[in-house]
């Protein structure tokens, strides 16, 4: 992470926690907002992920981001790097088409971000039939809890760290 930039790392032991849950994301394209040092997205590629998308509107984030994936030698074709505001660039997506199977959000704590990103996720058509959302946020955060096409699936704890995975809602 830049200096000077005020950003909460995932723990290891969370992320880890995540992707034991998650199991096999091999093929799967992740879409990592409020991606901060790109952790979740990176972490992706490294298990199989066919693409990863990282939203991150810190500049010197972004260019960490984009540091650490060259570091790692990962190619250009396997990741787009948009620097924006996570809410602001879910429109686009959706107008672009973008299907995502695993959505991560790790947004700041205590400002409601992460439901008012659950919110925008609801209404924007990003995610794939079979995709997941997860969410990290603080157990004192309230998430959105009347989605018409996410449903929770998992709950997790971590200290004051929340992992709550959604679904999407089956069509029949």
């Known amino acids: 992470m830049p200096k000077g930039v005020d950003i909460r790392p995932t723990q290891d032991r969370v992320r880890e926690a995540v992707f034991n849950i998650l199991a096999d994301i091999s093929g799967r394209r ?8 790109g952790a979740f997205g990176i972490e992706s590629i490294s298990r199989g992920a066919a693409h990863a998308t990282f939203v991150e509107n810190n500049f010197r984030c972004a260019q960490t981001i984009k540091s650490n994936l060259s570091s790692l030698d990962i190619p250009d074709g396997a990741y787009d ?19 995502f199977d695993l959505i991560f959000l790790d947004p700041p704590y ?6 008012k990103s659950l919110i925008s996720l609801d209404s ?3 995610l794939s039939q079979t995709g997941l959302v997860v ?9 959105a809890s ?16 929340m ?10």
């Open 30 to 37: 992740v879409l990592d907002l409020f991606a901060g040092s």
């Open 81 to 99: 790097i948009i620097k924006a505001n996570a809410l602001s660039v879910m429109p686009r997506l959706a107008r672009a088409g973008g299907r």
């Open 110 to 115: 205590y400002q409601d971000m992460a439901k």
């Open 124 to 126: 924007h058509d990003i």
């Open 135 to 143: 969410v990290e946020h603080s157990r004192k955060d309230t998430l």
């Open 146 to 161: 009347d989605l018409r096409t996410l449903v929770l699936d998992k709950e997790r704890k971590y200290g004051d760290t």
């Open 163 to 172: 992992i709550t995975i959604y679904r999407k809602v089956a069509h029949v």
